[in-house]
């Protein structure tokens, strides 16, 4: 008998040790991090798609368009998520590293959005003058048809696609003014943009709660429009731009599955329940 008991709990053992094999062995675990302006957009695409695919596990965090893009290169990540183009500095480092190209896939679209208080009278504002603010050659809401008080700007940490956007959009590449208030996320700049009357921020247009969303213009005599669905994927609002995976080389199996249902109609129906808009038009 105890012979026998032996018999099966070694049996029951090998059994179990082989159930679990065969299941760890269907799941491939993709990773996508980068971008914290598409941070909640590649959650709920994780979210959604796992539900669909009970075998796939997709794992998304943040930290930064740069931070994506130094984990593609180290070989930390298998998707990055970028609010930016990489540089081609950074596609060098990613051949040198793996021996293939990076290869870039516009997912969705967004509008940098410009935010003010909601009790702020401002409601357009020209490229020009955001300009001017954040380089700090415009320093009070009354040279903007404001009130008279000093504006409080808030911008992203350098490591965001979304600042990098900024700058080289906004700014032509000029420093921003030293008194610039940096903060780590998107969200962080909603936050104090929303509880500041003299306030002036950035950021994706999916995070625009609690603010109020300016309509912007190239300069004084150009129409000035805000970031909707129909201004964005036209073009015509002048700070629109793509939000991008990035992968190294061509992507396969499990990555290629995920990337492909993003690209498709119920992929990009996210991007609108998020708050960002799909890639093409209606």
């Known amino acids: 008998m105890k012979a ?43 979210e ?36 930016r183009p990489m540089k081609d500095k950074e596609k060098e480092m990613v051949k040198a590293r793996h021996g293939k190209e990076p290869v870039e896939t516009p997912v969705a679209l967004d509008g940098v959005a410009i935010y003010v208080n909601q009790s702020s009278p401002i409601q357009r504002l020209t490229q020009i003058q955001l300009k001017e603010v954040y380089t700090g050659r415009v320093i009070n809401w009354r040279d903007l048809g404001g009130p008279d008080r000093r504006i409080v700007a808030y911008s992203r940490e350098n490591n965001s696609g979304t600042y990098v956007f900024f700058k080289e959009h906004v700014l032509n590449n000029e420093d921003f003014a030293r008194d610039v208030q940096t903060l780590p996320g998107t969200a962080a700049v909603v936050n104090a943009v929303s509880k500041d009357p003299a306030s002036l921020g950035y950021g994706g247009v999916a995070y625009s709660s609690g603010i ?33 995976f990035y992968t190294v080389g061509e992507p396969t199996g499990a990555t290629k599955a995920f990337i492909d249902w993003v690209l498709s109609p119920e ?11 799909p890639l093409t038009r209606k």
């Open 48 to 83: 959604t798609y796992m539900k669909a695919n009970p075998d796939a596990r997709i794992q998304v965090t943040g930290g930064g368009s740069g931070t994506g893009i130094a984990a593609l290169i180290n070989g930390g990540t298998d998707i990055c998520e970028a609010s």
């Open 212 to 244: 109020r969303d300016l309509a912007i213009s190239k300069d004084q005599t150009s129409e000035a429009v805000k970031p909707s669905l129909e201004n964005v994927q036209s073009g015509k609002y002048p700070l629109s731009r793509q939000l991008f």
């Open 267 to 277: 992929g990009q129906k996210v991007c609108e329940a998020v708050g960002y808009y």
């Open 4 to 46: 026998a008991r032996v018999l099966i709990i070694v049996a029951l053992f090998a059994w179990g040790c082989g159930s679990n094999s065969g299941s760890n062995n269907n799941i491939r675990t993709v990773t996508v991090k980068g971008s914290d302006t598409m941070v909640i957009l590649g959650q709920r695409w994780a």
